[in-house]
């Protein structure tokens, strides 16, 4: 399983665009990208999955180099309630077996 | 759809206790995860089901903990005895066929052993 590795921590103001990136260099050809936020008091959530290039859904956009070793989530307009913990998290497709490093802690001020 | 269905959502039991924890998945989804989250060590995987059968029990920690799912819409985590550094937020988790990467969790129970 390839190691994923994140800032521990972001900070934000009301209204920003927030890109975490998450670096993964020993991904393999089969692994997609896949990020997870976690609300205080509740359990993780699905949130965006890419394999290349760029994916964007009603919640963030996940984009991914040619090389694939780094991905960055983006977070258009924070508001308050985006305030969470990120994980990034790399995943063969078919296997099942998540494995959540520390993720990223975002607080967003007003 | 109800979502992943924890009970209870706080236990709070002395050590030497025997818990057990339920969940019921979502409807027509044919894996089951069971994760513990501490401050200390994070979000970490005990076992998982797919098709009720556990593929994956790496992750418990030792002989006090067992994991069954009897059919498609149950499963219970139980830890006998009980110990205070089993305290944590006990999380269960499922996923479509097809879709493995995608899990869908529970509201979680915290469990508190004094």
């Known amino acids: 399983l390839a190691k994923t590795t994140q800032p521990i921590s972001m900070d934000s103001y009301e209204g920003q665009e927030v890109n975490i990136t998450c670096s993964h260099n020993n991904i393999a050809t089969n692994d997609y990208i896949t990020w997870y936020q976690q609300f205080p008091s509740q359990g993780p959530r699905f949130i965006i999955q890419?394999?290349?290039t760029k994916v964007t859904n009603e919640v963030a956009s996940l984009f991914i180099p040619a090389d694939r070793k780094s991905s960055t989530l983006s977070l258009p307009r924070v508001s308050l309630s985006d305030t969470a913990v990120y994980y990034c998290l790399v995943v063969a497709l078919g296997y099942n077996k998540l494995i959540f490093g520390a993720g990223t802690r975002l607080a967003v001020h007003p | 759809d109800a979502g992943v269905i924890q009970s209870p959502r706080h236990e709070v039991t002395e050590m030497g206790q025997e818990v057990t924890l339920r969940c019921k998945p979502i409807?027509?989804?044919?894996?089951l995860f069971w994760y513990r989250q501490t401050m200390m060590r994070g979000l970490e995987l005990l076992i998982y089901?797919?098709?009720?059968?556990?593929?994956?029990d790496s992750g418990m920690p030792e002989d006090r903990f067992s994991a069954k799912m009897p059919n498609a819409s149950f499963s219970t985590l139980k830890i006998q005895p009980s110990e205070p550094r089993d305290s944590a937020v006990y999380f269960c988790?499922?996923?479509?066929?097809?879709?493995?990467?995608?899990?869908?969790f529970g509201p979680g129970t915290r469990l508190l052993v004094l």
């Open positions: 089901f797919n098709n009720n059968v556990p593929i994956d």
């Open positions: 409807s027509g989804h044919n894996s």
């Open positions: 988790a499922s996923s479509p066929a097809g879709r493995e990467e995608t899990q869908y």
């Open positions: 890419g394999y290349k």
